[in-house]
């Protein structure tokens, strides 16, 4: 009897070592719960590690503008709202004589403010 009763403790404790061995997310959290400062330091270098393995050279070097394409975009952007306003004037004559040859291919009609003048009924 006290045979199979050490017997029992024995295989109630080797089962129990086995469930905590199986315990994956248990043990995970134990773990993180006694050593945090070792795990964002692992996760981060981790990261640091992922992104130097799967970042992607550009397939050609970018070439500098030099100093013509600097002073060439300095140009452009000192231009740009001269151009912008030389265009929206020249769009404005534009509509404004297409309105003006429209108006006078219309008949022109009377304008509303004056009176027709009265005309004299002669009698028989």
């Given at each position: 009897?006290?045979?199979s009763?050490a017997s029992?403790?024995?295989?109630s404790q080797?089962?129990a070592?086995?469930?905590q061995?199986?315990?994956?997310p ?5 773990s993180?719960r006694?050593h945090?400062?070792a ?6 270098a981790?990261?640091f590690g992922a ?8 397939a ?8 013509r394409g ?11 709202p001269v ?7 020249q ?5 404004l004589?297409q309105l003006?040859?429209?108006a006078m ?7 509303a403010?004056?009176p027709e ?5 002669q009698s028989?």
């Amino acid at each position: 009897m006290r045979l199979s009763a050490a017997s029992r403790g024995q295989l109630s404790q080797q089962a129990a070592d086995l469930r905590q061995r199986f315990d994956v997310p248990g043990r995970l959290l134990q773990s993180l719960r006694g050593h945090p400062l070792a795990w964002l330091g692992g996760g981060l270098a981790s990261a640091f590690g992922a992104t130097l393995l799967l970042h992607r050279s550009p397939a050609t070097p970018k070439r500098g503008r030099g100093w013509r394409g600097l002073l060439g975009s300095l140009a452009l952007s000192a231009a740009r709202p001269v151009i912008k306003n030389w265009l929206a004037a020249q769009l404005q004559q534009f509509v404004l004589a297409q309105l003006h040859s429209a108006a006078m291919l219309r008949p022109r009609s009377k304008p509303a403010d004056r009176p027709e003048p009265r005309r004299r009924v002669q009698s028989p």
